[in-house]
């Protein structure tokens, strides 16, 4: 730490008796422009007889000397040391020299005398990659080749921790912090003190962001082609690709249509990591159904982003639950009512129903639940000469469904059946895939 330079000047006078040696320490080694520095300056008599001292002064055109001049030393016996004490400092960088002259009643000596002046330390650099709208985590290092006291540094910028305490610094420190917000150069003020000098300076690092991988939305469905009141999975999944968390996830699904969920909050992906979230939806509609997926984010600062991704459907104009096949059979005072409902899609329905219904009275066949491209009979009776039948269903998105058929039962010589599926009230369409698909059940069935 304290550079230590020994200059030894032998004095050899017309008598042997008479030998001095000099030397001096410089501490610290290496001062910033205008630090002091102590310079000790130990004179030995090594001679058996004594010197006479008259002056010591130091000359240079870039150092200052306090004190420049000491006149009237004395006298230094045979065997002593004189010690003295001086401050000196340079604007100048560089390696100065200033010219030591000792006077003595045997004449005058000079010494050379250096003293290193360097503004590049401490030295501050970027000790990791930084990527672009990302809070950063920001690694430094900073260096120093001799001991510096009281070092605080602190970031001029958005930062967190702003300020950093490292008492002693010498060698190689490092240091990490976030960074708020996208800056081309970052600003510190560094303070510590340099042997007994103090100083205050700023130092600014260039930064060069690399592109940010950011955060990766996929939305995807278990399949494409959907009947209306089909209900069909949703897979989100949410990749955090960037180099730090994110936070206070909002994630809402849009869409023509019923959803188990349409809303969820996430408080935090760490980076590197992902969430995988299931949805149910149900379309109302056929036609061309689009459901979006917004994802609005922030980072550890509080900066919101906003993420959005989007599925295409294509619905058929048919209902996934129909009933079919419905045979009227007369009996002694009523009318025996009978069919088949049928689960044309690839997730079971809940709670289905056929009722039988006039004004008069009313009769229900509670199915309950029907499985993936299944079918379930139902058997009903009524007394009514026109009645209307009714299909009550829920899927598993939540979402419930009611279809009806007008049905004239009056004067029934024989059992009549009617192959046609249910429509909803309103009038839907049945298509052709409908049918067909109601062949290859009934084959099963067989």
């Not at 002046?117 to 260096?143: H, K, M, Q, T, W």
């Not at 036609?287 to 919101?304: L, N, P, S, T, V």
């Not at 007369?330 to 049928?342: C, D, F, M, R, W």
């Not at 690839?346 to 129903?353: A, E, G, I, P, Y």
Request: aromatic share 12%; charged share 20%.
């Amino acid at each position: 730490m304290h550079a230590f330079r020994l200059l030894v000047i032998l004095l050899l006078f017309m008598s042997p008796a008479h030998a001095l040696t000099i030397d001096y320490e410089v501490s610290p080694e290496i001062v910033l422009p205008g630090g002091y520095a102590d310079c000790v300056v130990k004179i030995s008599n090594t001679g058996t007889s004594s010197v006479e001292i008259n002056s010591i002064s130091f000359i240079s055109e870039t150092i200052q000397f306090e004190p420049s001049y000491i006149q009237h030393v004395g006298n230094l016996s045979a065997g002593g040391v004189y010690t003295l004490r001086v401050s000196m400092k340079s604007p100048a960088l560089g390696r100065q020299t200033a010219q030591m002259v000792v006077s003595t009643s045997e004449g005058s000596f000079s010494q050379n005398i250096e003293l290193v002046v360097d503004d590049r330390f401490p030295e501050i650099s970027l000790a990791s990659p930084l990527y672009r709208g990302e809070a950063n985590y920001v690694n430094i290092s900073v260096s120093s080749p001799i001991l510096l006291r009281d070092f605080r540094i602190e970031a001029l910028f958005n930062a967190s921790p702003k300020v950093f305490f490292a008492g002693e610094l010498y060698g190689v420190r490092y240091f990490q912090l976030r960074l708020g917000e996208d800056l081309n150069s970052l600003n510190f003020k560094i303070s510590f003190y340099n042997g007994r000098s103090y100083h205050e300076i700023e130092k600014a690092i260039r930064v060069d962001y690399l592109p940010s991988k950011g955060v990766v939305v996929s939305l995807q469905s278990s399949k494409d082609l959907l009947f209306i009141g089909e209900a069909v999975n949703l897979t989100l999944e949410i990749a955090n690709l960037r180099s730090d968390d994110i936070y206070s996830l909002e994630i809402q699904l849009f869409g023509n249509g019923k959803f188990s969920q349409n809303s969820l909050k996430i408080d935090r992906i760490a980076s590197g990591d992902k969430k995988i979230l299931n949805f149910i939806f149900s379309p109302r509609e056929s036609g061309k159904a689009e459901i979006f997926a917004k994802i609005k984010y922030e980072d550890f600062f509080g900066r919101e982003f906003e993420k959005e991704e989007k599925i295409t459907f294509n619905v058929l104009d048919s209902y996934v639950l129909q009933v079919i096949n419905i045979q009227k059979t007369p009996t002694v005072g009523k009318t025996k009512i009978s069919g088949e409902v049928v689960n044309y899609g690839d997730r079971s329905v809940l709670n289905t129903k056929v009722s039988v219904s006039c004004d008069e009275e009313s009769s229900d066949y509670y199915i309950g639940e029907i499985d993936a491209k299944d079918y379930e009979t139902f058997d009903l009776e009524t007394s009514c000469k026109k009645a209307t039948l009714f299909l009550n269903w829920w899927n598993e998105a939540g979402d419930s469904f009611s279809l009806s058929e007008e049905l004239e039962l009056g004067n029934l010589g024989q059992t009549e059946s009617n192959p046609v599926p249910l429509y909803i009230v309103g009038g839907a369409s049945v298509s052709i895939i409908s049918f067909i698909l109601y062949l290859v059940y009934r084959a099963r069935k067989k």
